[in-house]
């Protein structure tokens, strides 16, 4: 009796972890094979790839996906560092391949591009990585027959945007930015300035001791430093709905995140575990460290022969609006252009969908040539040696009419 007793004991958690765990994986199981349904492409034009393509001698995972390979390719640069898309874009592409050809690709060391692992020590460096977007969109020339694409990076990954804007705009149509870095330490300065100001029109006398107590940024070569500087503002983006608008705090933000990974229709269990644990000490530590000293303007200057359109939430603090805006208008390009998304922060992709595809297709039509990009007064004042500022359009929500 004693035996079976304590058999039961042992066997009866065991078994009920099993049922509990058996469950859950029922559970995403039917949720994948919804998402998956739900993103399947049957255009006889369609497009759907996956896999490995090698970009400076490294292994990196690129998926292609659109209802007609004829579009516009547009493509689409993640944030993080080391925030991959690729898994989780299921969740916010799909309305846009009606009208592009939506190339994802994991970044070198992050995501399914860190199966080389220890091969690519050294290698992890701003510099590296815009190198590999140019390779990247010259495999897509070779690939489609398409000469140019519309480059779109979203916040870390508008650092490498911008700077291919810069080195090659023979490649692009148009360069957008979502939530346009200006700095990599300024821009975090530019946050604890805001939601300092945000603490002072509210009377939130906390947060603006928060904010001051936290200081000026320390060298951003120090990685660790920096980091746990970062850590501190950014503890206040949520509470201050910064970063998601509607969210209802840091622990809302992050379910959502974990549940939209979990129902992935292509990301294992490994793979979430991947996500979840990259390797700093190879790539994040040294992927910060090599763009400690980027500012835009001293770094990229303020001419650029592309389209520059910056896309924002109206609510963004961690890339503020506002300094974006500022940036806008100081550029000098064929066609400049600041569309704010009224009730979004910084993560505008999902939460107002409607209009990003509205403000995607305010874009299509450069790379449809009906909207070209005219030689701009102030490049001849460039070259009489003096620039002239170029105003931004004014904040609009754009239109989720299509064009061309």
């Not at 509210?202 to 928060?210: H, R, Y």
């Amino acid at each position: 009796m004693l035996r079976f007793v304590l058999r039961y004991l042992v066997l009866l958690p065991v078994l009920l972890l099993a049922v509990a765990v058996g469950s859950v994986l029922g559970v995403r199981a039917f949720l994948q094979s919804a998402n998956s349904a739900d993103a399947r492409i049957v255009s006889p034009r369609g497009i759907n790839e996956a896999g490995y393509v090698q970009l400076g001698g490294a292994r990196q995972w690129v998926t292609i996906r659109g209802q007609d390979r004829r579009q516009p390719i547009l493509v689409y640069l993640h944030g993080g560092p080391g925030g991959t898309t690729s898994d989780l874009a299921y969740s916010f592409q799909r309305p846009w391949e009606d009208y592009f050809t939506v190339v994802q690709w994991d970044q070198r060391g992050f995501g399914r591009s860190a199966i080389d692992g220890e091969a690519l020590r050294g290698t992890i460096t701003k510099t590296q990585l815009v190198d590999d977007a140019i390779a990247l969109i010259e495999h897509l020339r070779r690939r489609t027959g398409q000469q140019k694409v519309i480059l779109l990076g979203h916040s870390w990954g508008t650092v490498l945007g911008a700077e291919v804007a810069k080195r090659r705009p023979d490649l692009l149509y148009a360069y957008v930015g979502f939530g346009q870095l200006t700095g990599w330490k300024r821009n975090m300065e530019e946050t604890r300035a805001a939601l300092a100001e945000i603490g002072r029109t509210t009377g939130n006398a906390a947060l603006v001791k928060a904010m001051a107590d936290a200081g000026p940024a320390p060298d951003a070569h120090d990685t660790e430093a920096f980091s746990a500087w970062i850590a501190k503002i950014q503890t206040h983006l949520s509470a201050a709905r910064g970063s998601w608008y509607n969210s209802a705090g840091a622990k809302d933000i992050a379910s959502r995140m974990l549940m939209t990974a979990f129902a992935s229709p292509t990301l294992s269990l490994r793979g979430m575990w991947r996500m979840l644990n990259t390797d700093a000490e190879l790539a994040l530590d040294p992927l910060m460290a090599s763009v400690a000293d980027w500012d835009f303007r001293e770094t990229l200057g303020r001419d650029f022969d592309v389209p520059m359109i910056f896309v924002s939430g109206r609510h963004d603090l961690q890339t503020p609006m506002a300094a974006a805006a500022r940036l806008a208008a100081e550029l000098c390009a064929p066609h400049t252009e600041m569309i704010v998304i009224e009730n979004s922060a910084h993560f505008l992709v999902t939460e107002e969908p409607g209009r990003v595809l509205g403000a995607l297709l305010k874009v299509r039509p450069f790379a449809e040539g009906a909207a070209p990009a005219a030689e701009p007064e102030c490049k001849a004042e460039t070259a009489r040696g003096r620039h002239l500022t170029v105003p931004a359009s004014p904040p609009s929500s754009p239109s989720a009419a299509p064009r061309g």
